[in-house]
């Protein structure tokens, strides 16, 4: 991919792009937020609406960002708005479809990678844009870094002589692995990862070499997902071209992170590290070898400290808006998106980038045929959703794919009971509950009637669900708050016997010495700490409300630390992880912590349906008090074979410290700019 237009430029001439275009995104998933960044850095650009099949994620996006319009449909969306363009960021299975129909309309489309999963599907998108006369694009954004931009310079100017060797390592730590969603398309299928992530190392091949003459590809360090999917940690990949040999490894699983490019020439080698953003060029110098190599290492020191001063700099300019370069990768897109709209004119005949991308993808699915592994399709209705039993079951899981949840729904199944699950996406109930005979029902908490639905027969609700994306104080409020009063109002419409929630011992205010148990009160200054808990205890007391007043049948559950397989060991309520080897304490680390199983919370709440006269009741959920922080972490590192830099903090310090942060926030008028308090700190130290 050559010839990307100067990012810098297009800012500074308007009129390259012409007049304000208006931009549509189908997909409000986390890299929609990176795009409607991007989009601000860039004139004469427009986002109108925002479309997701996901009501609230559409909703969260457009009030981020000064959207009005939101769709749940992209056929409405088309529809509905006059637009010039649409970026597709849905999840690459469903690339295709949301293109063709938004190319039919007559609209130019930008694609996030990959372009589809099948050759035959990006040709087809092509010929459609030629067809129409739209410009169709897809965001290669790693191909935009300016070091990356700097090393095709100097290859092009011949500066590393002729190549002999390029290796591209990927080697990134992907958390879905230890706790999920397991229902994202990344983990429905062996080699989809390549497709999701591989796919930027495969674009710096093509782009590097072309299309290579032969691929040799090998997965291993094999693990079983709950969804019966096999993956594999670990990919060796060795292509040629020519003379010229290039390896790919990619590594998924927990470790030092690392995303580079290393090229060995004749005349030099050269090294992009994308995660600190430098660039290292090393060759001989006009002296005798000694000095030479001298030489070499105080040039190349200087090099990166330079380099790190103008990083630093960047980042903090950012900060009070005065630079749009403190992120890399946010640049990265930024400049993805001008080189798409530089492309774009009011009358113009259709045009594609998609050789390129088309290349990608073909090389992407053959790395997984050389290794032998399959890359999966569409999603397919998982055999549990179709299948419904006979007689209603007695209880409703709602949030059962979550942690606690998942570990609620083996503990009934261990005791005879097959419980009924409600899930938005059924494609992610785990394997082993779909062939257990869990009932697995398609349907939102927030809609009236997919609860009446859900409701049918049972006599026992357990809300074990949260807020997992909610940001904002709003967010909160609709996602938690909202959810859990529609579930209430749904329970006493149904007549269900119990409704069991599950809070959260943080809101309690522990910075006292004071022993808490389910006689303490909830913070009194609640609205001083942060919004989960205030989220929560704003859920108990409307859920207790209800109960005084209209007889709600309500018991209250507040788990406390919960650790146990299915979730990282890298708690945030032992301390406060910078990085998985650096944590800092809050506080000494002294006191023993209201540690407890994930497996014990499960058996706890689920021996409550057997039990009466509980209604209005809460408990607290935590073991015996046998581990302090600096214990756990001792434990733990004794257990990974790794030593952590363990940081006591006290609370005055974080305070602190959260405080300039919000005076920076302050400043520059971000949208989040809560103010810091003391007691929340202090309460988690």
């Known amino acids: 991919m ?30 929609a937020d990176w795009h409607a960044r991007a989009l601000r850095t860039l004139p004469s650009l427009d986002l109108l609406a925002v479309c997701d099949r996901d009501a609230s994620r559409a909703q969260g996006l457009s009030s981020r960002f000064a959207v009005d319009a939101t769709y749940t449909d992209l056929s409405s969306m088309l529809a509905g708005q006059r637009l010039d363009a649409v970026h597709v960021l849905l999840p690459p299975d469903q690339h295709f479809a949301a293109a063709l129909e938004s190319l039919d309309a007559g609209v130019h489309v930008l694609l996030e990678k990959p372009m589809c999963l099948l050759e035959e599907e990006c040709s087809v998108l092509e010929e459609r844009a030629r067809r129409n006369g739209c410009v169709l694009g897809v965001s290669h954004n790693f191909l935009h870094y300016p070091i990356y931009r700097q090393l095709k310079k100097d290859v092009a100017a011949g500066r590393l002589g002729r190549l002999d060797r390029i290796t591209i390592t990927w080697n990134k730590d992907l958390p879905q692995l230890r706790g999920g969603p397991f229902g994202s398309w990344m983990l429905q299928g062996s080699g989809n990862i390549i497709l999701e992530s591989g796919v930027h190392s495969v674009a710096h091949l093509v782009d590097l070499v072309g299309v290579p003459d032969s691929i040799e590809a090998r997965a291993d360090s094999p693990t079983e997902l709950p969804n019966g999917v096999r993956f594999f940690r670990r990919w060796f990949v060795r292509a040629s071209k020519g003379a010229l040999c290039v390896e790919l490894r990619f590594g998924f699983g927990p470790g030092f992170p690392e995303h580079s490019i290393e090229l060995r020439g004749s005349a030099g080698t050269a090294t992009v590290d994308f995660d600190n953003d430098v660039y290292t060029v090393r060759r001989h ?62 009358k113009g005949e259709g045009s594609s980038e998609g050789d390129f991308s088309r290349t990608v993808v073909r090389t992407c699915n053959a790395i997984c045929a050389a290794a032998g592994v399959e890359v999966s399709g569409r999603k397919q209705s998982p055999a549990g959703s179709q299948h419904r039993p006979a007689v209603s079951p007695a209880v409703l899981v709602l949030g059962g794919t979550g942690f606690i949840g998942a570990s609620l729904v083996r503990q009934l199944l261990r005791e005879g009971e097959a419980p009924r699950v409600l899930l938005r996406d059924v494609s992610k109930a785990p394997l082993a509950i779909r062939e257990a005979g869990v009932d697995v029902l398609s349907g939102d908490c927030r809609n009236a009637a997919d609860l009446e639905r859900a409701l049918e027969g049972v006599r026992f609700v357990y809300h074990v669900a949260r807020a997992a994306n909610a940001r904002t104080r709003s967010e909160y409020q609709q996602l938690d708050v909202e959810v859990t009063r529609n579930v209430a109002q749904a329970c006493l419409r149904a007549g269900v016997e119990m409704l069991y929630y599950t809070s959260t011992i943080d809101c309690y205010y522990s910075g006292s010495r004071t022993v808490i148990d389910e006689s303490t009160p909830i913070d009194p200054h609640i609205h001083r700490r942060n919004l989960y808990a205030q989220a929560k205890a704003a859920s108990e007391q409307m859920l207790l409300e209800m109960h005084r007043r209209e007889g709600l049948p309500v018991v209250i559950f507040r788990p406390g630390i919960v650790i146990g397989r299915g979730t990282s060991p890298f708690h945030w309520g032992t301390a406060f992880w910078a990085w998985e080897s650096i944590c800092r304490l809050w506080g000494e680390g002294r006191r023993k912590l209201p540690i407890v199983l994930v497996d014990d919370v499960a058996r706890a709440l689920a021996s409550a349906r057997k039990v009466s006269g509980l209604a209005g009741e809460s408990f607290n959920l935590v073991g ?15 257990a990974l074979g790794t030593e952590f830099d363990v940081l006591p903090t006290p609370a005055w310090k974080l305070f602190l410290f959260d ?25 988690r130290s």
């Open 624 to 638: 015996d008090a046998c581990l302090t922080a600096c214990e756990y972490l001792e434990e733990l590192q004794k």
């Open 285 to 346: 110098l006009r002296l005798e070898p000694d000095f030479d190599r001298y030489q070499r290492l105080v040039t190349e020191g200087r090099g990166l400290i330079r380099q790190a001063r103008r990083n630093l700099a960047r980042y903090c300019l950012s900060k009070f808006h005065l630079s749009d370069r403190g992120n890399p990768f946010a640049h990265s897109i930024s400049s993805s998106l001008a080189s798409f709209y530089s492309r774009l004119t009011i």
């Open 659 to 683: 405080s300039f942060k919000w005076l920076v926030k302050l400043m520059v008028r971000h949208p989040e700019r809560r103010l810091p308090s003391y007691r929340d700190w202090k309460t």
């Open 2 to 31: 050559t010839g990307i237009p100067d990012h810098d430029l297009l800012l500074s001439d308007p009129s390259m792009i012409g007049r304000p275009l208006h931009i549509g995104f189908v997909g409000a998933g986390y890299i």
